[in-house]
């Protein structure tokens, strides 16, 4: 029996979705990959400065707030070396990929077509992306809001899905740890 709660379904499940994204925007929507979702490679000097911001932002609330909690290794312990890199593939990589093509690629590429301007899409999607994690405290889902519009400030700033990628997946390996 399938459970979500399996890590190897939970690495199938988004690298089945980035294939299935893949898929709906070169096929359906005719999408360029590199002019419409902007996935080309980053100037490296703006990949680090926004790396360093990140990190400020992440680290920061984490020692105001705490909201990564304790530093419980025990459980990793306690897992097989596959089921630990299954689940830091799952939750590190392939689910910050999957969640970016979708909120700053397609949501946030759709909503600036539609005419609603740059910081009205992004305030939308910042708004939308803090509301999928709703298993999270009310502070939590603040904090995952401006998350959200750090992570499309750098989209815009750098013109490269791939920075907020990378960010995203530094806040996931550091949050999953």
Known sequence: MLHLSNPFIKLLLPA???????????????????????????????????IAVYLAYMLGTDLWMN???????????????????ARILAVGIFGPILEELIFRGLILKKLTTLKLGKWLSLFIVSALWAAIHVDYSAA??????????????????????????????????????
Do not use: C
């Open 140 to 177: 939590v889902i603040t904090l995952l809001f401006f998350d959200g519009i750090l992570l499309g400030l750098s989209l815009y700033h750098s013109r490269s899905l791939v920075v907020p990628m990378i960010l995203h997946m530094i806040w996931n390996l550091y949050a999953v740890w």
């Open 67 to 85: 909201w990564r909690g304790d530093w419980n290794f025990q459980p990793w312990k306690e897992q097989s070396l596959l089921v630990s890199a």
């Open 16 to 50: 089945i979705g980035i294939i299935a994204v893949y898929l709906i925007v070169t096929k359906r929507l005719r999408y360029s990959l590199k002019d419409d979702l902007l996935l080309v490679a980053p100037d490296l000097g703006i990949l680090f400065l926004w």
